[in-house]
């Protein structure tokens, strides 16, 4: 199993550009995550989705679309690209609420984002 | 949002030693509180967890404490090794969202 995969691992973007980022699970879990983390800064939740179809909004939403079509995917969308969007976003993914390994997001490695 | 900080931003202990890395927390509803490791260059890893119903849960190695009274979180590792150099973060989790902190820095010299 491949786990948890993020493509690219790198983008440079002009302000005001668009772009999407993907986001690949293999375990068939229900949830997924996106996040982003700036230095010196723990991960803060964009968007989440609790299952196919469903997305909701995390501790920084503003300036981010999200989309779960199939199970396995969770796509993170820039509109409109701001030097404020420079990170490093991760994606996660974990199984089902009430079971036992709930709180064991899988993580991806990573994709590095500089907004010029 | 929630607040998860940590009080110590870097740690440096010898190999061998224990290492304790503490959290607070700001949010007495959360369901579990979560310790993740994340090396460099890499996304974080999971360590272990504890619900807050509990006050202690050992896992390899580590073990983490709960004090609810004072909203304190810590995580203890036994006879830290090299591969345990990373940044640890707590997170608290709340309605299928999760909560993290800044991070501690742990460099273990050999």
């Known amino acids: 199993n491949a786990g948890v995969t993020q493509t690219p691992k790198f983008r440079v973007l002009k302000t005001g550009q668009s772009m999407t980022l993907l986001c690949a699970q293999d375990?068939?879990?229900?949830?997924m995550y996106w996040y982003r983390q700036d230095p010196g800064m723990g991960l803060r939740l964009i968007h989440y989705?609790?299952?196919?179809?469903?997305?909701a909004k995390g501790e920084v939403p503003d300036g981010y679309n999200v989309s779960r079509l199939k199970k396995q995917n969770f796509l993170l969308g820039l509109e409109s690209a701001a030097p404020s969007q420079t990170s490093v976003y991760f994606c996660a993914s974990s199984p089902l609420s009430g079971t036992s390994f709930y709180n064991e997001q899988f993580f991806g490695p990573g994709t590095r984002l500089t907004v010029l | 949002g929630e607040s998860v900080g940590l009080h110590l931003p870097t740690l440096s202990v010898q190999e061998g030693d224990n290492s304790i890395i503490n959290c607070a927390y700001s949010n007495s509803a959360s369901d579990y509180f979560i310790w993740y490791k994340q090396e460099s260059g890499k996304g974080p890893q999971f360590i272990i967890d504890i619900r807050s119903n509990m006050d202690k849960r050992q896992g390899q190695r580590v073990t983490v404490l709960l004090n609810k009274t004072v909203k304190h979180l810590s995580l203890q590792i036994a006879a830290t090794q090299p591969g345990d150099s990373a940044v640890y973060f707590c997170a608290e989790t709340l309605i299928a969202q999760f909560y993290f902190g800044t991070g501690t820095s742990l460099t273990v010299i050999p």
């Open positions: 375990m068939n879990h229900e949830y």
């Open positions: 989705s609790v299952g196919e179809g469903t997305t």
